[in-house]
């Protein structure tokens, strides 16, 4: 059974409960990113968000990633106890060091996890070169 602590008038905890009750507005998404020889790999773990609110867009190499999870409505007769889980618009820019192929990018979201291959430009890929042996 959940027990509620009796409402004092400490203004520290008036303090606290109110800014525990705000929304939270603009957090940071979490990334991981991977460079490979031809590529970039972003994966951002974000539980709970629909698919048709994460949005990802690529402007002069800088990607960004912003995602919403909307809050969960309530019955009027319900009461919120205890909230840890986040709620609001998250977002994330990323600058790559070398040019990408914006054209290329996949984004896929399976299980709550976000991975989004950013293929490097042509130009900033390693290049093989033959050495020719000379007679």
Known sequence: MLMRR???NSLIERF???AMSFPNQNVTLALDVVERETDYIVTSPIPG???EHIDV????DVLTITA???EQARQENERLLIRERRYGKFSRSLRFGLPVQGDKIEAD???GLLTIIVPKAEASQPKKINVRASK
């Open 68 to 70: 919403e999870i909307h």
């Open 49 to 51: 968000v629909d698919p």
């Open 16 to 18: 606290f409960d109110e």
């Open 6 to 8: 009796p409402r004092t």
């Open 57 to 60: 867009k690529l402007d002069d």
């Open 109 to 111: 979201y399976v299980n």
